[in-house]
């Protein structure tokens, strides 16, 4: 420790550098995990607002939530505290010259969602038919609490009433309306209740035999391009994550090459192998946990000035996960080396 | 006096077959307590080798090298490095000083491996006196003269207060004046400090400081 950290302050430069180089990296495989799980959260913050643990689609849906239609007939009895029946549609939201795309949700005002899941951040809850609340992310785009939205050219004139937090889906905000406002908005048969029923319990498929169960794992994973989208992430940061692996472990490996001569005289002067292998450890790890707590600090900062409109989430138990990973990292690349300490020929030393 | 190392029939041969080279032919050697001894040779003459197999560092073929009584090529790997950390002092070439580290830190690096047994503050304070480096305790190697930097080398191989000191041609890059007051330092390092020093070099004008010269030729070494 002595050693490294003796080294560390001499160096200033080199290892200013060095230090730098792993920050970037670091910082580099922390956005791109933010913006993934910034896109995982906009497609969906509604569903995981609702506590969403089992989800009812019509059999015929095909695994979409916009193209079921579940029947009264196939609808079965069920307690409001824990199961509702939504009706998603998405649509174009007008108000004077702003258009958005958005995701219509269709509540029951005596459903456990309606009741006790919308997370108000302005306003009050729609109290009729022809009231919303709405993403709150419409707000920063200029809608007001008071204003008359037009879902589709054709469809029905709603007033803004309220504004919630954690209300998006397949990247779009939600407005919350309710099942009367998208029976008109998808000019549905009479018979037909709703989407899909949701559930903040586990049930089991008993519970609607006449209806497609899923788990909320399976039926996020079937919103459309979720999964793909996970994936392309994910692999993008796997693979990162090697290159950064060789990166960082040739980097070591060339910090300790270069010192081979001064090990091979502390060798000649009876200085212990494994004090210079735990010294070169040691530093290694420091340079990769500042270098990680660099890019976590860049990273925050980073989520300060980005846009509005770009997507990013800071979640720790992910940073720490990928913090200890870049330490693992850190590690390996750190014992590549170890084996050329340990066979430094101290007879060297008198060769210099 | 005592001898502190003794070394008995040593042969050592690099290479096999018809590109075998025998570089230490029944080489036998003494170094005592308080004695400056001087191993004189040219290059490819098999200095090295002696040095190396005098500190440790390398197994000779056949013969001993005895070390406070023992011989240290029947100690193991460990064995050998406490031995060279607690017995043997080295000055080498290249001054064996690591670049980061202030002069005080290169003693500081040694508390730090070997806990018992080195000088106290008052002695290394005298030392450093005694070696006129004590105002440079806390530069680096790099701003330190060639001269200044040889004698904190010789400081830090007596650090650990060790028995035999070794050094590889410590005048190698040194002009006359510079040969004088390190040949002296030798001297009174064996003699003030009753150290068994151990000079292998090249440079003849180091002669006059010794008490045994040894002529180190064709793998042959003979006192003159």
Known sequence: ?352 | MDDAMIIKDVNKSYGHGVGRVHVLKDVSFSAALGELNLVLGPSGSGKSTFLTIAGGLQTPDTGQVIIDGQDINKLSHQQKEHLRLDKIGFVLQSYNLLPYLTVQDQFKLVDRVKKAGNLSAGQLDQLLEQLEIKKLVNQYPSELSGGQNQRVAIARALYTDPQVVLADEPTASLDSNLVKVVGQLFQDLAKQNNKAVVVVTHDLRLKQFADRIWDLSDGKLTQE
């Open chain 1, 1 to 352: 420790m002595f050693l490294a950290l003796k080294e560390i302050q001499h160096e200033k430069l080199r290892y200013g550098l060095i230090t730098l180089m792993f920050i970037l990296i670091s910082y580099l495989i922390m956005i791109l995990m933010g913006m993934m799980l910034g896109l995982a959260h906009e497609n969906t913050a509604a569903i995981d607002s609702w506590g969403t643990q089992t989800v009812f689609l019509s059999k015929n849906s095909n695994d979409s939530l916009s193209q079921s239609l579940i029947s009264q007939e196939k609808r079965p009895n069920y307690r409001p505290d824990h199961m509702a029946t939504i009706g998603v549609a998405p649509a174009v939201a007008k108000q004077g010259k702003d258009k958005e795309n958005v995701q219509f949700v269709g509540l029951n005002r005596n459903e456990f969602i309606f009741r006790d899941k919308l997370q108000l951040t302005a306003g009050r809850k729609a109290q009729n038919n022809r009231e919303v609340v709405t993403d709150q992310s419409l707000k920063n785009k200029g809608f007001k609490i008071g204003d008359q939205l037009r879902l589709n050219s054709q469809g029905p004139k709603l007033k803004i009433v309220g504004f919630v937090k954690n209300a998006q889906l397949s990247v779009a905000p939600v407005v919350y309306g309710s099942l009367t406002s998208w029976r008109q908005l998808r000019s549905v048969q009479p018979n037909i209740v709703g989407s899909a029923l949701i559930s903040d319990q586990a049930m089991s498929t008993a519970t609607a035999p006449k209806l497609q169960h899923y788990t909320v794992k399976q039926f996020v994973n079937k919103l459309p391009g979720y999964s793909a989208q996970n994936t392309t992430f994910t692999f993008m940061i796997g693979f990162l994550m090697i290159i950064s692996l060789v990166i960082i472990a040739v980097f070591l490996y060339i910090l300790t090459i270069q010192k081979l001569p001064h090990f091979a005289v502390l060798r000649a002067q009876g200085i212990p192998a494994k004090n210079l292998i735990s010294s070169t450890i040691y530093q290694s790890l420091l340079l990769v946990a500042v270098g990680a707590a660099g890019g976590i600090l860049l990273t925050l900062l980073t989520k300060q000035v980005l846009p509005e409109g770009l997507p990013m989430e800071i979640n720790w138990l992910a940073i720490a996960g990928l913090s200890l990973a870049l330490l693992v990292l850190g590690i390996i690349g750190a014992l590549l080396p170890v084996r050329v300490i340990a066979k430094i020929d101290p007879v060297a030393a008198l060769n210099q």
